[in-house]
């Protein structure tokens, strides 16, 4: 999902930006999942 979304993006995002926002996305991702691990306790 993640890759087809980067992929998607290729065409209008440049590559400098495409990795900036990969990053935060897998940052968001992360924050994200603690999160849920944080409510399931």
Request: neutral net charge; without cysteine.
């Amino acid at each position: 999902m993640i890759w087809k979304i980067i992929t998607n993006n290729v065409k209008s995002v440049e590559v400098p930006t495409l990795l900036e926002t990969s990053s935060n996305y897998l940052l968001m991702l992360n924050i994200m999942t603690k999160i849920e691990k944080i409510i399931e306790f």
